[in-house]
């Protein structure tokens, strides 16, 4: 009987993935809107400590990430545009240095016209462009319509948990979803940060190399870096081939470029984001893994993003339910079961009993 449960348990889970990857048009906008409200919840917090009236609160946040939005559609236009530029200037010197290594790696004969046709691995994506930005933008407006209609329930979610559920299992949800809200605002604003200095500082390097599109790059270094261990490596590679491009034959330009990133990522990823993050999140970095790779493979780059963030929801989720709060330890990283307050009260009295 238990191992049915077990099978019909993990038959429900692959089938609820499934619906989120086919579903993902929706979930993803909805639940990247769920978690900007989790950025922003400090400034609605804001205004209610400074009696600001909930309506006037809630126009002016939504105002805020409304002109975030627009700065950043008006901003990946620019960038589409400079990036066809770059791409029809660079293509063949792009293609000819993966034809040399590849044929100094002898994995292809020395470049024919087919070889060198077949090297045109960005061109398709190129063409495509348009079509890429029409979705992006219409993802960005189904977000920003989650947003604000999240943001006008905010206020009566209380209510509703009050009416539906006693007052000792609505204060217990109360408190999950305090615990949820507290700990996901934490995280994500302490890494919003994090992430904007580091694309910054990828920008300036890239500006004072003079390599082109340092923007763009350091764009996608913030975004990047909100994937766990493999953003911050992958975010490094387009611009050092960005730079081999430019500046070849000299590599002593990509070399700095190459030096100046890497000592970027290792000190704000080894130093300040452990510091600054890592106490608030408390997993596993098995989990960590698992879960970039499950949800990455279910909602593709967002999912890979969203992945800490919706482990840390399950773990808090799972602690504070005593049938779950194994699940919590075991996607813990062990050292919050050695400080935390409930866990050693509760050792000391059963001490006390024997």
């Known amino acids: 009987m238990k191992l049915l449960v077990v099978l019909v348990a993990l038959l429900c889970a692959f089938s609820f993935c499934i619906v989120l990857h086919l579903a993902s048009r929706v979930f993803v906008p909805l639940v990247i809107a769920w978690f900007t409200l989790q950025i922003f919840r400090p400034v609605i917090n804001f205004g209610n400590k400074i009696k600001l009236p909930p309506i006037a609160n809630i126009i002016l946040v939504f105002t805020v990430f409304f002109s975030i939005c627009c700065i950043v559609i008006i901003f990946c236009n620019a960038q589409v545009v400079e990036f066809k530029e770059v791409y029809s200037k660079y293509s063949s010197v792009f293609k000819d240095l993966m034809i040399k290594t590849l044929s100094s790696l002898q994995i292809i004969s020395d470049g024919t016209e087919f070889t060198r046709n077949r090297m045109d691995i960005i061109g398709p994506y190129i063409r495509n462009i348009p079509e890429l930005a029409i979705s992006i933008s219409s993802n960005i407006v189904l977000i920003l319509v989650f947003f604000m209609f999240m943001l006008l329930e905010s206020p009566f979610f209380n209510n509703k948990i009050d009416r539906i559920f006693s007052s000792q299992n609505a204060a217990k949800i109360k408190n999950i979803m305090s615990s949820v809200y507290y700990d996901i605002s934490k995280y994500l604003g302490t890494l919003t940060l994090i992430s904007l200095a580091t694309g910054v500082s990828a920008w300036a390097v890239l500006s004072l190399v003079g390599v082109e599109l340092a923007a ?23 611009p050092v081939l960005m730079a081999i491009m430019q500046f070849s034959p000299a590599y002593f330009k990509p070399l700095v470029v190459l030096l100046s990133l890497g000592a970027i990522q290792v000190f704000l990823g080894n130093f300040i984001t ?71 009260e509760r050792k000391a009295q059963e001490g006390n009993k024997k």
Request: aromatic share 6%; charged share 10%.
């Open 216 to 238: 763009t790059w350091g764009v996608l270094t913030f975004l990047l870096n909100y994937i766990p261990t493999v953003g911050s490596i992958i975010a490094t590679i387009p």
């Open 274 to 344: 452990p510091k600054m993050v890592g106490d608030r999140i408390g997993l596993s970095p098995v989990i960590i893994l698992v879960s970039l790779l499950l949800w990455g493979i279910i909602w593709g780059i967002p999912g890979a993003i969203l992945s800490v963030p919706i482990a840390v929801i399950i773990k808090i989720i799972c602690k504070n339910f005593e049938l779950l709060k194994p699940i919590a330890i075991m996607m813990g990283d062990g050292k919050s079961i050695l400080t935390d307050p409930s866990e050693a």
